[in-house]
């Protein structure tokens, strides 16, 4: 989603290595694996502080109260609009990584990325940058395009996925900041930090500052080297639908929940949210905690909706995956 965006993404990862058909692979660093579960444990150790003070609040046990909370969503209209929005997501996501292959790589037709980026959802279940590796190698074995030219491209996307929601949060502050924790009154700081480094982002690799240097020489990063300001903005349209669409998805399914919610309450929120969905925590802890922390009075409710949401997002999208997975071998291996 672009909660899997979602967003859809963060590194625990140490340099890379490329083996012999540039396909990038990386080392797994024991420090970023250790801060992750110290995270987790820290959100799972706040949702059951949170959800147990609730359900004594109501005089529950803690299985009692979430078993109710459970027993009272509305599960068939839910079921129907998340299937509707996954596979609506899966066209769009499909869509931005097609054009962005041919902006800086080749001519690559779109009914011929929907297997590879399909696939890629199976493995993104664990963790969403491995799942944009796999498209890489998935790519050098079939077209014979090197990995880090893929890799570059992944890369790009990864990189505007942030500002993207980056912008779709500002926007969502400008019309509903009145209403917003007080947290929220840091956007417009953030955002004019984020500004500022995109600029000199932009002009860094265009030579016009620092030309001497070599970093953006490596070719992993050929993508920025190539992109134009027409690029960046291009990728906030494609994507734009796929957010849009779940700020619609999410307040329906908010409701089906027994949590009252307006599309412009969850502007602001979302995009925030689908930055959390992309820390790889077990079960998206981070995601269901943020439901938990920005509708304080619904911990129930909150927590069971943001478990199911996004796990079934995620948990969905690998079906689809299995759905074109023997296209995807035949591929691979013919």
């Known amino acids: 989603m672009t909660d899997q965006t979602e967003s859809e993404e963060l590194s625990e990862t140490t340099p890379e290595e490329e083996n ?69 997501y899966f066209a769009i996501d499909t869509l931005v990584v097609t054009r962005a292959l041919n902006w800086f790589l080749a001519d690559i037709k779109y009914k011929d990325i929907l297997p590879i980026r399909a696939s890629a959802y199976i493995i993104s279940i664990f963790n969403e940058q491995i799942g944009k590796g796999a498209m890489a190698y998935y790519l050098n074995k079939r077209d014979q395009i090197p990995g ?7 890369l790009f996307i990864m990189f505007c996925e942030i500002f993207y929601l980056l ?10 900041s009145e209403g917003l924790p007080d947290v929220f009154n840091l956007m417009p700081v953030i955002a004019g930090g984020a500004a500022i480094f995109f600029i000199v982002w932009v002009l860094y690799f265009q030579g016009k500052i620092l030309p001497n240097n070599q970093f953006r020489q490596k070719r992993i990063m050929d993508a920025f080297k190539q992109a134009k300001i027409k690029h960046y903005l291009m990728f906030l349209l494609l994507r734009s639908p796929a957010l849009l669409a779940a700020i ?57 909706f943001g478990f199911v949401q996004h796990n079934f997002f995620i948990l969905f999208n690998a079906i689809i995956g299995l759905v074109f997975w023997r296209r995807a071998q035949g591929e691979l291996f013919s």
């Open 20 to 88: 012999d058909n540039g396909v990038t692979k990386r080392k797994q660093s024991p420090l970023g694996r250790v801060a992750f579960l110290i995270l987790t444990g820290i959100c799972f150790a706040y949702l059951y502080y949170r959800l147990n003070g609730a359900a004594m609040r109501e005089g529950l046990t803690l299985t009692t109260y979430m078993s109710e909370v459970f027993a009272n969503v509305d599960w068939g209209p839910w079921l129907g609009l998340m299937m509707a929005y996954s596979l609506f």
């Open 248 to 304: 619609v998805v999410y307040t329906i399914a908010l409701n089906l929940f027994g949590v009252e919610a307006s599309f412009l309450q969850l502007l602001p929120y979302l995009p925030v949210i689908f930055f959390a969905a992309a820390v790889p925590t077990p079960m998206r802890a981070a995601a269901i905690t943020f439901w938990v922390i920005l509708f304080p009075e619904n911990e129930g409710q909150m927590a069971a």
């Open 167 to 176: 912008v779709w949060a500002m926007i969502g502050f400008v019309f509903s």
């Open 148 to 154: 880090w030219e893929v890799g570059s491209v992944m």
